[in-house]
């Protein structure tokens, strides 16, 4: 677990922290963070024990033959997980956590340009034949039906009916 912080740069005094005017890499917003992670893994090796631990580790590598010697504390420092991730969302929007965002490492830079898409949807009377059940060629399918998952299957029966499989992203069982 770590640190979360929130930038609201839509409210910011200074004006030109509001919205980006140009392009490009020099311009816009630029963030350094520093992971710390020397700290983080020097605790993990304070107490007598942990250096018993470690060498006798460093004894089952010579007893083993492993041709490198390895640092140890940069192998137990693995167990943690360090990085940044990073949203960027709407203010009425809750981010996903663990699916949305972009995650950097330490001693890494990253570029990313963003977007807005906004969806301005036709009056409920001219969306067209939407539905709520699966088509009929797809009657005897075993789950709650959504758009999403009918359009993968709908995808699927086509490849199929076209050669007899289908590619694995669909995810479907056999004979739809």
Not at 127 to 153: I, R
Request: with cysteine; hydrophobic share 35%.
């Amino acid at each position: 677990m770590g640190l979360c912080h929130r930038l609201e740069l839509s409210n910011a005094d200074v004006i030109f922290l509001r919205t980006q005017t140009n392009s490009g890499v020099t311009n816009g917003l630029q963030i350094i963070a520093d992971s710390d992670k020397e700290d983080q893994t020097k605790l993990l090796f304070d107490s007598d024990k942990d250096n018993e631990n470690i060498t006798s580790f460093l004894n089952l590598i010579d007893y083993l033959r492993v041709n490198s010697k390895m640092d140890v504390r940069g192998l137990f420092s693995q167990i943690f997980e360090a990085g940044f991730r990073y949203f960027v969302h709407a203010d009425t929007e809750f981010p996903s956590l663990s699916t949305e965002g972009i995650t950097v490492s330490p001693g890494t830079r990253v570029y990313s340009g963003i977007s807005p898409i906004r969806y301005l949807l036709l009056p409920e009377e001219h969306w067209g034949n939407c539905t709520e059940e699966w088509p009929k060629n797809l009657q005897n399918v075993n789950m709650t039906y959504s758009s999403a998952k009918c359009k993968s299957l709908c995808k699927a029966k086509y490849f199929y009916d076209l050669c007899g499989c289908s590619p694995f992203i669909f995810n479907v069982k056999e004979g739809l």
